[in-house]
């Protein structure tokens, strides 16, 4: 059974800093591209960042450019979003998802299995 869980989620003031995690199980690790995706209140799930199964290629949503970065342990099968100088619209659940040998990595839809969430909540 796959099974891909989020943590590191919280609240922090607007400029500070938070790093997700997410520990992929039941799955051939390496083969699958990993993305993170947010998504808040009546609003729909959109793209944050990914990195790719591949060559380990990373890819960021204009809108976190510059502040988050993406990261993952293949031996440990983990993948991390180091998350810098937050802002309030950054406030939403925060899932990890995973893409078997994924190419479309924007694409909520060519994701294979997701994760539960962790809620970021970021104050001005």
């Known amino acids: 059974q796959v099974q891909l869980v989020e943590s590191g989620g919280g609240l922090v003031q607007a400029g500070g800093s938070l790093r997700l995690s997410c520990a992929a199980s039941?799955?051939?690790?390496?083969?699958?591209?990993i993305g993170w995706f947010l998504q808040a209140l009546v609003k729909e799930r959109e793209f944050v960042a990914a990195?790719?199964?591949?060559?380990?290629?990373?890819f960021y949503a204009d809108s976190v450019k510059g502040r988050f970065t993406i990261s993952r342990d293949n031996a440990e099968n983990m993948v991390y979003l180091q998350m810098n100088s937050l802002k309030p619209e950054d406030t939403a659940v925060y899932y990890c998802?995973?893409?078997?040998?994924?190419?479309?990595?924007?694409?909520?839809?060519?994701?294979?299995?997701w994760g539960q969430g962790t809620q970021v909540t970021v104050s001005s």
């Open positions: 998802a995973a893409d078997y040998k994924g190419a479309y990595y924007r694409m909520v839809g060519s994701y294979d299995y």
């Open positions: 039941g799955l051939t690790f390496s083969y699958y591209t």
């Open positions: 990195i790719s199964w591949s060559d380990g290629r990373t």
